[in-house]
C-alpha cells in the first residue's frame, strides 16, 4: 500500500469512495466527440483535460515515464499506461483505432497521433468558423445562447490560429484571410 503522505498522485492510496468505475474501465471514452481526420486539436484539447482530472496526463505528456523493466513499479505503470491506452483508443472512430493498436506504450500512441493529424493545414477549417462567426444571427437565441455560440467558435478558432508576434506567421494568415475573402459558393 502507497504512502499516504506520498507527492506523486499516481501513487496515492484512494478510499474505494473516491475511485470510479470511470477511472478503472478501460472501455470508457475520454471524449463524447471521437477523434476522425479532422477534429485533432479540439479533441487534444478535451482529452487532456479528462486525463487531468484523472491524474493520467502524465502517461502521455512524458512526465510519468516508463520505470525500467525490472522494477518493482513496472506492473502498475503498465496497468495504468495500458487503461490510459484503452481510453485514448475508445475515443477514436475505428478506422483511425485500428491504425494505432499496436502501439507499444500511451504516450508513443499519443505522440504518433499528434504527428498524423496535429500537422494538417486547417485552413478549410478556419475559413468555415471565419464564415460561420461572420453569418451568425441571434435567431431566437436569448444574448447569452448567441454569445455562447460565438464564443465557442472563436475559442476553436483561437486553437487553430493562436495569437502571434511572428511575422512571418502573421504574413501567411493575411494571405489566407484574401483568400478566405474570395467569392465562393456556399
Not at 498522485?9 to 478501460?26: C, F, G, K, L, W
Not at 466527440?33 to 479528462?50: D, G, I, Q, T, W
Not at 506504450?105 to 500537422?119: D, Q, R
Not at 484574401?178 to 459558393?185: D, R
Request: charged share 25%.
Amino acid at each position: 500500500m502507497a504512502d499516504e503522505n506520498s507527492k506523486d498522485e499516481s501513487t496515492i492510496a484512494y478510499p474505494s469512495a473516491y475511485i470510479s468505475e470511470m477511472d478503472i474501465n478501460p472501455n470508457q471514452r475520454l471524449s463524447l466527440v471521437l477523434l476522425n481526420e479532422f477534429n485533432y486539436l479540439p479533441r487534444a484539447r478535451v482529452v487532456s483535460l479528462a486525463l487531468g482530472g484523472r491524474s493520467k496526463l502524465g502517461f502521455i505528456d512524458g512526465s510519468h515515464p516508463a520505470p525500467g523493466v525490472t522494477s518493482p513499479e513496472y506492473g502498475g505503470w503498465l496497468c495504468k499506461d495500458q487503461l490510459v491506452m484503452s481510453w485514448l483508443l475508445n475515443s477514436m472512430e475505428r478506422k483511425i483505432a485500428e491504425i494505432f493498436s499496436y502501439s507499444e506504450s500511451s504516450l508513443t500512441l499519443w505522440t504518433t497521433v499528434k504527428e498524423m493529424y496535429g500537422n494538417q493545414n486547417n485552413s478549410a477549417r478556419i475559413f468555415q468558423l471565419k464564415k460561420d462567426i461572420s453569418n451568425i444571427q441571434q435567431e431566437g437565441k436569448t444574448f447569452v445562447q448567441h454569445l455562447g455560440f460565438l464564443r465557442s467558435m472563436w475559442n476553436e478558432l483561437d486553437v487553430y490560429r493562436p495569437h502571434t508576434t511572428d511575422p512571418t506567421v502573421l504574413l501567411k494568415r493575411a494571405e489566407e484571410d484574401k483568400i478566405f475573402q474570395l467569392p465562393h459558393e456556399s
